[in-house]
């Protein structure tokens, strides 16, 4: 079992850059791959970006693509989303989830855990 806490979002205005963190606790982090979902209101949810066990395989939205970036560092137990060239669009609530297949995917269905969410605002 693993928890899975997500912080760095905020409102920043368009052209910005935000770092998000996904902080695991309970079981050691290097044993799951780890994607990033965000939601609108309204909206579903829907795929950012994901990474593997190693870190050696990384998938992106297009809409990600060129702009975020994520990376791990299993000694710390986290996942970070670099986002750089914020647009209004990119306003949503961001998720971190994980599951203990090495794979990278877009779907939400092989994530087994889930955190609680943060908010980014971007302002045009």
């Known amino acids: 079992q693993v928890q899975l806490v997500e912080s760095g979002g905020g409102l920043v205005q368009a052209g910005g850059s935000l770092r998000l963190s996904c902080a695991a606790s309970?079981?050691?982090?290097?044993?799951?791959?780890v994607g990033w979902f965000h939601q609108a209101p309204g909206k579903e949810r829907e795929f950012v970006a994901a990474?593997?066990?190693?870190?050696?395989?990384?998938l992106y939205a297009d809409s990600a693509k060129g702009r975020f970036t994520i990376s791990r560092d299993n000694a710390k137990n986290t996942v970070y989303l670099q986002m750089n060239s914020l647009k209004p669009e990119d306003t949503a609530v961001y998720y971190c989830?994980?599951?203990?297949?090495?794979?990278?995917?877009?779907?939400?269905?092989?994530?087994?855990?889930w955190g609680q969410g943060t908010q980014v605002t971007v302002s045009s």
């Open positions: 990474i593997n066990l190693s870190g050696r395989s990384t």
């Open positions: 989830a994980a599951t203990v297949d090495n794979l990278v995917s877009r779907i939400t269905s092989p994530y087994d855990y």
């Open positions: 309970g079981r050691s982090f290097s044993t799951y791959s």
